[in-house]
């Protein structure tokens, strides 16, 4: 039985609540999340079947053998076992969805039957030891008990499977708004302004910025916590990867009037298997922390191979961030990734945000089988490295682009946006580059325009309501709509989270996340345009 994280708390709380009824009343006690797997180890079951052993004569067990049915609502099992146990199931329910089964006992019901296989060997003795008798009114207790469990475990895993909807409708709806601001704050800062006007642009573009870092980091904290957190495994080259945030580091310290160097030893391999996002995304928080506590002085990165010749076939890289900054206390170092912490509070006041990034950063970085460390000195600046065990292998040879006439101006691209301020975003970058965008809100069909005039590519939103994105381009892909070219280049707009759909949607050509940014956007229509015809599915583009 499929079991989703919005439902996990439900066996915590059923696994915490489970130890005093164990207890109190003496009665073996577990959870299954399906009749054939057990969440831990069941020692009355265990002992059923050694008690079976050791009194063949008996016959065989039709509640071990399967052919007992055990009602959900605690009632006795439709045959009894010849030995005399008996146990009650208990089913779990989230709305009207079964989760799982709590299973009370096996206990006898008469001790007469428990003193009846007494003294029969020391392995029956044991198994006798692990099971119960309960008198009617402790059996009542019992069952009383489990009820009342299995209606809380059901009431947390409904809470906070409410909570994941929420968090799910939050993601969209806190990027959909910042979207809009942060793409009309861009498209303001490409025209002619003055340097004042310019400068209050500026602060309020940063400021975006900085509210999208803590929502960004608010949600992966949630995904961490929740063990959703999934690390992907595709081949890249380190120094490919990180060249674009070396540039923009450097011109970052240059504007800070900070030095800033960067070194990747030459023993490091360009050849490499792991999650190339996740490592740029621990890079630019370590080093965006060294600027902000950095007043003067230099920031450096430097990426050194770890001699390891236990696994031939990976390879353990030490990424280190060092500043000059103003340093860490000794006793504070080791709460420095706690969450909501940042040093002393009047770092948190001055630089205005909280401390989820190293928390989560050192989440990550140990899902990937590394370490994080951290040396730092008051007044004398910090040093924070982290280590990645990362699989050895050939890069891919990339499909090379066709090239475009004139770049690909004038080409005729469908949006389908449903938010007014991110459908006016994307058609300004579009026709700034020279495309002709063509609009179509939720209100229309993402068919019927299509087959009132054919385009070149589409750009459409996998969370307009009403209309079922995935499943129209499946049917564009198997060549059920003859009216549009099944080859048809198609790129998503959609949330982070969201690019997980694109990855396994068959019939995509790209997915750019939002806020949708002038560059990802551009080059994901580009390389859609210039892909061969033949090519359904492209790597999606990292934010």
Request: with cysteine.
């Amino acid at each position: 039985m499929h079991q989703d994280v919005a439902r996990a708390p439900a066996p915590l709380i059923l696994k915490n609540l489970l130890v005093p009824l164990t207890s109190l009343l003496g009665i073996p006690a577990l959870v299954r999340e399906s009749p054939a797997t057990v969440s831990w180890p069941d020692p009355g079951h265990e002992a059923h079947v050694i008690l079976h052993r050791e009194f063949p004569e008996h016959g065989p067990c039709p509640h071990l053998d399967g052919a007992a049915a055990f009602p959900a609502d605690g009632h006795p099992p439709s045959l009894e076992c010849p030995l005399g146990l008996t146990s009650r199931h208990f089913g779990i329910t989230v709305g009207d969805e079964p989760w799982g089964v709590l299973v009370l006992g096996p206990y006898f019901t008469r001790e007469a039957d428990r003193q009846a296989l007494a003294g029969r060997s020391r392995a029956a003795d044991a198994a006798l030891a692990l099971l119960p008798y309960l008198s009617p009114e402790r059996q009542a207790a019992a069952m009383a008990l489990c009820g009342g469990l299995v209606a809380l475990a059901g009431s947390a895993a409904k809470a906070s499977a409410v909570k994941e909807t929420f968090l799910a409708n939050m993601r969209h709806e806190l990027r959909t708004p910042l979207n809009g601001v942060m793409g009309m704050l861009s498209l303001v800062l490409q025209g002619d302004l003055s340097p004042r006007h310019r400068q209050f642009l500026e602060l309020a573009m940063d400021a975006s910025n900085q509210l999208l870092a803590l929502v960004n980091d608010l949600l992966e904290m949630h995904r961490i916590s929740s063990e959703r957190l999934v690390l992907t495994e595709e081949p890249f080259g380190l120094r490919q990867e990180i060249a674009p945030l070396l540039s923009a580091w450097a011109e970052d310290a240059a504007q800070r009037g900070l030095a800033f160097t960067a070194d990747i030893e030459a023993d490091v391999p360009e050849a490499l298997w792991g999650d190339p996002t996740r490592i740029k995304q621990i890079l630019l928080n370590l080093v965006q922390n060294a600027f902000n506590f950095t007043e003067y002085g230099a920031v450096t990165v430097r990426v050194s191979r770890v001699a390891d010749r236990s696994d031939r076939d990976a390879t353990t890289l030490l990424f280190a961030v060092r500043d000059t900054g103003i340093g860490i206390p000794p006793e504070r170092q080791v709460e420095i990734f706690d969450r909501f912490t940042i040093g002393e509070n009047f770092l948190s006041k001055r630089h205005g945000r909280m401390g989820l990034g190293l928390s989560i950063a050192k989440d990550i970085v140990e899902k990937m089988g590394g370490v994080m460390s951290l040396e730092s000195s008051p007044g004398l600046g910090s040093l924070f490295t982290f280590t990645a065990v990362l699989r050895n292998g050939a890069l891919a040879t990339p499909d090379l682009p066709l090239p475009l006439a004139d770049q690909g101006r004038g080409a005729l691209i469908l949006v389908v946006e449903h938010e007014p301020i991110s459908r006016l975003l994307v058609r300004r970058i579009l026709e700034n580059q020279g495309y002709v965008p063509i609009e179509a809100d939720s209100n229309q069909t993402f068919l019927d325009s299509l087959r009132k005039q054919p385009v070149d590519m589409a750009l459409v939103d996998l969370q307009a309501p009403r209309l079922d994105i995935l499943e129209m381009v499946r049917r564009i892909r198997a060549g059920l709509e003859p009216e549009i070219e099944s080859d048809l280049p198609i790129v998503a707009l959609t949330t982070q989270e969201g690019q997980a759909a694109c990855q396994i949607a068959l019939g995509m050509n790209g997915c750019v996340a939002k806020p949708v940014t002038r560059q990802e956007l551009l080059a994901a229509v580009e390389q859609a345009l210039a892909a061969p015809p033949s090519r359904s599915l492209l790597k999606p583009h990292a934010v």
